[in-house]
């Protein structure tokens, strides 16, 4: 394993997402913050991978890193790091990346129908938390 130029982007794609997921917050943009928190943790969870090899076209990578732990493509002392961020990933999966932008179209709700202060706030801080592990993982791998 070693920190390449994509696993240094996917955190700074991670940490982008997230500033803007913070300012949505703070502007009461309930959708707009659990849609950048949702490709918050996309990207943390990608940076991840990158770690072991490249990233494709995913807006799952939680399935990804669950193999690649399955594997033991991971040293023993990141799985655990890896574990928790394939956790919020799954949270924050392509079915939150899928409503917050689309809604749901069998029940006629958009978006901003579907996320409220209580969401918005929950997936800040899964983001807040997968950008810190990646940080820490691309700490670990310098």
């Not at 394993?1 to 696993?7: F, I, L, Q, S, W």
């Not at 849609?35 to 807006?59: F, I, W």
Request: a negative charge; aromatic letters at 8%.
């Amino acid at each position: 394993m070693k920190r390449t130029r994509e696993v240094e982007y996917r955190v700074h794609l991670a940490e982008g997402f997230m500033l803007e997921a913070r300012e949505d917050i703070a502007d009461k943009r309930w959708r707009a913050c659990v849609d950048h928190s949702q490709l918050a943790v996309e990207n943390a969870a990608k940076a991840a991978l990158a770690l072991v090899g490249p990233v494709g076209r995913t807006h799952n990578p939680a399935a990804l890193l669950v193999t690649a732990l399955m594997e033991n493509r991971f040293p023993p002392n990141l799985r655990e790091h890896i574990q928790q961020l394939a956790q919020y990933a799954t949270e924050l999966g392509p079915d939150i990346h899928i409503k917050s932008d689309y809604g749901d179209e069998n029940q006629w709700q958009t978006p901003w129908q579907l996320f409220g202060q209580a969401d918005a706030e929950r997936a800040l801080d899964y983001a807040e938390k997968a950008v810190l592990l990646a940080k820490q993982l691309l700490q670990a791998v310098e």
